[in-house]
């Protein structure tokens, strides 16, 4: 049994919804609002320290951030290509990953908290470190259909949800068009649902 | 043929250097000097588009990101035990090497930054992530020997350099003595070598 520690609007938990629905695994989710401090109390503490979601359970076994259960959801799963056992295509899946993590996560990330939450930050400088990851992206995506080569791996899902919603810490997508085709591709893989639709 | 583009002060290169002396692998240093500007060359850019080192090329394969070399080197290696073919100690490994690259890089290393090359930044709210990040490798190195069980893997690596000086970012590792147990055990390893001897 798989229970999801979740929050709606939170990109990182989407990630794992998504991989989750690709992999058409069942899973339980249970709500955590942060604005409640739900994040802060010792029970859920214990679960995952750093305080934040999203955290799987899965049984008894305990993961805490995005990408370390997209990796456990992945290496777990029978279809393989995921995360697959090739010492170059695993570099770049964690290449992306580490992407996923700085520059989308303090760029296009933070600059979604601070329109959408009403978090502090210097709104125009996290603009212009989202922009990069843009960049990034689509001169790699204009070379490979794929983040880490011809196949969508977690690389893709660790990157899309804060891609996808640039737009809502007002950041244009129009000019990054081998991203816009990169989003019709992942969005016609079974299995994919909307960000909205999993909430 | 392995060479590695390096800085010799970057902790992100040590992580490197520290596993390629683990595993025994000879390559060459090629040095990158910021100052100087050598990474925002166009021949450094086609390498990493995002004019960082740590940067390997084995061959003719080129990766960047030091998570991915960590990652690249381990799955190569002969000795599994750096990145174990197994979901939880994999996802364990991922989710501390996401430590390594939010609270360690984000608060030990920018402190460091601060106080040892002059860049711009909040000094108390950088060392206040830092000490995030020190509480808990702290209390996970209380339960296990190492970041993600019982063996020494990439996630120790990914760790350690920041936190060895997260004195130099003015933040003391008095309190941590969990760290200081798992520093001994690290530096006992045969092929350790202390970040000065590898410069």
């Not at 859920?44 to 805490?64: K, M, Q, S, Y």
């Not at 700085?102 to 502090?120: D, M, N, P, W």
């Not at 996808?164 to 810490?169: K, T, V």
Request: hydrophobic share 45%.
């Amino acid at each position: 049994m798989k229970r999801l520690y979740d929050m709606d609007l939170s990109g990182n938990c989407y990630k794992v919804r998504l991989l989750l629905g690709f992999l058409d695994l069942a899973y339980e989710k249970l709500p955590v609002d942060l604005t409640r401090g739900d994040n802060r109390t010792s029970s859920f503490l214990a679960l995952n320290p750093r305080g934040e979601v999203p955290v799987l359970i899965d049984n008894d076994t305990v993961i805490w951030d995005s990408s370390a259960i997209l990796v456990y959801l992945a290496t777990n799963a029978a279809d393989k290509r995921w995360y697959p056992d090739d010492a170059l295509i695993r570099a770049r899946i964690v290449q992306w990953m580490a992407v996923a993590g700085h520059e989308i996560q303090y760029g296009l990330a933070a600059a979604r908290a601070v329109k959408l939450f009403g978090r502090t930050g210097d709104l125009p400088q996290l603009q212009e470190i989202g922009r990069r990851a843009l960049a990034l992206l689509d001169e790699q995506l204009h070379k490979t259909h794929w983040l880490a080569g011809t196949d969508p791996t977690i690389a893709d899902i660790a990157c899309y949800p804060y891609v996808r919603c640039a737009e809502d810490g007002g950041i244009s997508l129009a000019p990054y068009t081998n991203i816009q085709h990169w989003f019709e591709r992942l969005e016609a893989l079974p299995g994919y649902r909307p960000m909205a639709d999993t909430a």
